[in-house]
């Protein structure tokens, strides 16, 4: 059994920053790309930024130059640092990461956490 578990999410107002963190656990023999994903109130689901297992980082136009993904691999954990916040951003955040066990590889989501930037 896998757990994808994200936290940091809040209120903050324009301009400011928040770090969200998500962390696997289980049993998990590796772990290759980590994503974070938005989904927005009556829009769909985008992807904000991946990162694979060496590190190798992709962003979203939108986001490019405020947010930071990273991650540990020691703790199957990775991050979003996400500065210079606009209202737009606002959203549920979901992580999702490509886990190996003993019995399958699948992509696990976690249950996503919520930012609301106002103006």
């Known amino acids: 059994q896998v757990q994808v578990v994200e936290s940091g999410g809040g209120l903050v107002q324009f301009g400011g920053s928040l770090r969200l963190s998500c962390a696997a656990s289980?049993?998990?023999?590796?772990?290759?790309?980590m994503r974070w994903v938005r989904q927005a109130a009556g829009k769909q689901r985008e992807p904000v930024a991946e990162?694979?297992?060496?590190?190798?980082?992709t962003y979203a136009d939108s986001v490019k130059g405020r947010f930071t993904i990273s991650r540990d691999n020691a703790k199957n954990a990775v991050y979003l640092q996400m500065n210079s916040l606009k209202p737009e951003d606002t959203a549920v955040y979901y992580c999702?990461?490509?886990?190996?066990?003993?019995?399958?590889?699948?992509?696990?989501w976690g249950q996503g956490t919520q930012v609301t930037v106002s103006s």
């Open positions: 999702n990461a490509d886990i190996i066990t003993l019995q399958t590889a699948a992509r696990y």
């Open positions: 289980g049993s998990i023999i590796s772990i290759s790309d």
């Open positions: 990162i694979t297992s060496s590190g190798t980082t």
